[in-house]
């Protein structure tokens, strides 16, 4: 939710930003920036926060190793009210700097979340119940864009003096956080696999499911344990170097790039310059924006409560493809508005369609196939790989877009266009469906693609697998 939310916090007080940089600049060191000189100043407010996610992702895959999924979590709030503290009192301390560094360390609290939040609920889930779980973050993205939007109104949080107080509230769901995430357990499968300290596995699965029978998913653990040549966490390097995962890994980078690419964060960072364009009057323009924010959220659960019917690739495909209709659907619409007044609602309905595409699938689903394409060796790696193209590719839309619209104007939407329908097609010819499929059935169905025989999946196949008696001991059967 604070990733969503901080996404969209900065595009109500843009103007309020630039005229405390101006006036800042002026007055305590003599300059009078152009208008230019201000872009580029809150285009780098915004994309900083894309910078700090990328060194974030960087560090998810030593954090979950030394910590755990739940331990990275717990420990990385303290960012969170570091940043609060610099965002809410830099107005007061009269230091445009505060606002950056406070909007980058958000950003590395973010790129810490966005990996570990969705690795955390894939190892927790059942694998019938995965891609809900695996979309749940997408909702909660959703609402945080949603709250930042009803926030920004004008009669609320939206007027000059309150900014300052808008971006620092990142402080209070963190709170709650704190006090209710210490008291759940640790993901299982890094218990088991990771530590190797079957009680607290069968403890931590006993809470999760109190009334279910876990024997199945102990055996699928083990499986995945006795598969692996090595319980060490495989690095970056060694990620990229491994043929067995080399679809897998090109999946991730194609899916990430493309989910940032596709023009929505775009429409997120700047939602109120791209209505003004449209052509929407002024006074309605903060109303309009909280209603995209409305449809943003019914889509997120539109997708969450759909895709363990439908399946991740429908998703994903209708998603992208619907994106890139739309992305040339706002070209034209923009084209031909002088000429035909109705354009400009027709423009809008295109904003909302690319909002409501992304929500249904693309902005979950790369999360949950990143943590189901890979075993337990490769996961972080995977998680930091995908994180770090994501965070990536953000930037690259945060500072580049009011550039690239000024040069292009509407044209640069069919860039967009083209990159969605690219990664539909990918998802047709490439990525299976792993609906209901456990991570080592996912691993065997690459095995092909990657040129693998089945039986070097399994480093230890020899050996049967180890069972749980009802006191929540193990004990070994005899090789056979």
């Known amino acids: 939710m604070l990733y969503g939310f901080n996404l969209a916090v900065v595009n109500s007080p843009a103007q309020y930003i630039k005229d405390f940089y101006n006036e800042t600049l002026v007055e305590d060191y003599n300059w009078t920036p152009d208008e230019k000189q201000l872009t580029v100043l809150y285009s780098l407010t915004v994309s900083i926060f894309a910078i700090g996610g990328m060194i ?4 998810v895959g030593k954090l979950v190793t030394k910590y755990g999924r739940k331990g990275t979590l717990v420990r990385s709030t303290v960012l969170v009210f570091i940043a609060g503290a610099l965002l809410g009192f830099s107005r007061m301390c009269r230091m ?19 990996s570990v939040v969705p690795m955390y609920l894939g190892e927790i889930a059942p694998k019938n119940l995965r891609g809900f779980l695996g979309l749940v973050p997408s909702i909660h993205i959703c609402l945080g864009v949603f709250i930042a939007q009803v926030l920004g109104l004008h009669e609320l949080l ?17 709170t709650i956080q704190l006090m209710l995430l210490p008291w759940f357990p640790e ?43 090595s319980l060490q966490t495989v690095s970056v390097w060694g990620l990229l170097m491994d043929r067995s995962v080399r679809w897998q890994v090109i999946t991730i980078m194609v899916v990430n790039i493309g989910m940032q690419l596709s023009g929505i964060d775009a429409i997120w960072f700047y939602t109120n310059d791209i209505f003004s364009d449209a052509g929407i009057p002024e006074p309605y323009i903060q109303y309009t924006t909280v209603g995209t924010g409305a449809i943003e959220v ?5 997708g969450c409560f759909t895709i363990e019917r439908l399946g991740r690739r429908p998703l994903m495909i209708g998603g992208f493809l619907f994106m890139g209709l739309c992305c040339a659907g706002i070209t034209v619409t923009v084209l031909f508005q002088a000429q035909v007044s109705f354009m400009r609602y027709i423009s809008v309905g295109c904003v909302v369609g690319i909002i409501a595409g ?6 979950g689903v790369p999360f949950l196939i990143t943590a189901e394409l890979f075993k337990q060796s490769h996961r972080p790696a995977a998680y930091t790989v995908a994180g770090c193209l994501n965070w990536l590719s953000n930037f690259t839309i945060g500072f580049v877009f009011p550039f690239l619209e000024m040069s292009l104007g509407p044209y640069c939407y069919l860039i967009f266009c083209t990159i969605c329908l690219g990664v539909a097609v990918y998802t047709i010819f490439i990525i299976p469906e792993t609906k209901n499929k456990t991570f080592m059935e996912i691993s065997q169905m690459f095995a092909v693609k990657n040129n693998i025989l089945k039986e070097e999946l399994y480093s230890n196949g020899h050996l049967k697998m180890a069972v749980m008696n009802g ?10």
């Not at 019914?298 to 539109?302: E, H, K, P, V």
């Open 158 to 174: 939206g007027k000059e003096e309150h900014w300052p107080l808008l971006l620092s509230l990142v402080v209070f769901p963190t």
């Open 471 to 480: 006191y929540g001991t193990l004990g070994r059967h005899d090789e056979k």
């Open 358 to 363: 992304f929500c249904i699938g693309p902005a």
């Open 96 to 114: 445009p700097a505060m606002v950056i560094i406070g909007r980058f360390i958000t950003g590395l609290h973010s790129g810490i979340s966005l």
């Open 56 to 59: 974030g992702a960087l560090l």
């Open 298 to 302: 019914i889509s997120g659960m539109l």
């Open 187 to 229: 993901s299982p499968r890094y218990l088991l696999i990771e530590k190797e300290n079957i009680h607290a596995t069968i403890a931590a699965l006993k809470w999760y499911r109190p009334k279910g029978d876990i024997q199945a998913e102990v055996d699928e653990m083990q499986e995945e344990q006795r598969s692996l040549s």
